[in-house]
């Protein structure tokens, strides 16, 4: 069963960067479709980037476009997500997530997504 963990959040100013890791050890994500999702104070979780297994499809949410960007390396069991040109409005709790699947397509539905990390803060000041 997959157990993410995420790694990588802490506070930072409008117009940094941060990067976000997610591992699981003892288990792989070979044949997983991985996302990021995001959940601010008082607000619905949210699809943020995904990557699917098959050939490494992405898939961003459109306030992410141009800004994020998604990696794997299933070398090293590994799950990243780059973030550019932070804003306030980039701060939430960040998890890693999963689902079983060998398509090119990646959900944005949280409901798909069967496996969760226990999430990692970020917050931007402005």
């Known amino acids: 069963q997959l157990q993410p963990v995420e790694s990588g959040g802490g506070l930072v100013h409008t117009g940094d960067s941060l990067r976000l890791s997610c591992t699981a050890s003892?288990?792989?994500?070979?044949?997983?479709?991985m996302g990021w999702f995001r959940q601010a104070p008082g607000k619905e979780r949210e699809f943020v980037a995904g990557?699917?297994?098959?050939?490494?499809?992405?898939m961003y949410a459109d306030s992410v476009q141009g800004r994020f960007t998604i990696s794997r390396d299933d070398t090293k069991n590994t799950l990243d997500l780059q973030m550019n040109s932070l804003e306030p409005e980039d701060t939430a709790v960040y998890y890693c997530?999963?689902?079983?699947?060998?398509?090119?397509?990646?959900?944005?539905?949280?409901?798909?997504?069967?496996?969760w990390g226990p999430g990692t803060q970020v917050t931007v000041s402005s």
């Open positions: 997530a999963g689902y079983i699947s060998y398509s090119t397509i990646v959900a944005h539905i949280r409901s798909l997504y069967t496996f």
């Open positions: 990557i699917s297994w098959a050939n490494s499809n992405t």
């Open positions: 003892g288990s792989t994500f070979k044949g997983y479709v």
